[in-house]
């Protein structure tokens, strides 16, 4: 099926142009990009592992369910759409925190980054079908030899080391 987006401007005004999937997208347009991190009630944070035949960071795990907002879809509801088709968890737009705004020039992106608590069981998590192959939940004092470990999207691999280990770190004193 044929993936159709709303094309934006580079301050996010959406535009009256319609991107296709797959097809070059003008200069000076961007699509949207939706992404969210799922944190337990017991903070742990839920990874998901891609697919080993997907065309970017295949077998590496990502922070985060995400994708594109298809076409006359807001934010909010795209990245329902794409936590409940990634995990297979109900998220209720009240539980999204919005995290972060920024525009990749060099994908023509824009991207709105979420994170969302919940209060699920955990094994109840499911996988869709060539996008992922597996998925961890990682309690916050495992993250720092699961970074360490796996294969991670570089950032949100520096990402998650700033929210969540940065502040341990201990100051370094010049002398």
Not at 87 to 105: C, N, P
Not at 108 to 126: L, N, P, S
């Amino acid at each position: 099926m044929t993936e159709y987006w709303n094309a934006y401007l580079e301050n996010g005004q959406k535009t009256d142009k319609i991107l296709q999937r797959g097809k070059p997208i003008p200069q000076g347009l961007y699509h949207l990009v939706v992404e969210c991190l799922i944190i337990h009630k017991d903070k742990s944070i839920l990874f998901m592992k891609r697919d080993g035949k997907k065309p970017s960071f295949p077998n590496h795990y990502e922070a985060s369910a995400g994708g594109s907002a298809l076409l006359g879809e807001s934010s909010e509801i795209a990245i329902l759409r794409e936590v409940r088709e990634e995990t297979g968890i109900q998220l209720q737009v009240e539980q999204l925190i919005h995290h972060l705004h920024f525009v990749k020039h060099e994908q023509q992106c824009i991207f709105d980054t979420y994170w969302a608590e919940v209060d699920c069981e955990k094994g109840t998590v499911t996988l869709q079908e060539a996008e992922t192959t597996d998925f961890i939940w990682v309690a916050h004092a495992d993250l720092p030899s699961f970074l360490e470990q796996e294969l991670l999207i570089p950032r949100q691999k520096e990402a998650i080391e700033q929210l969540f280990l940065e502040k341990e770190q201990p100051q370094k004193t010049i002398v």
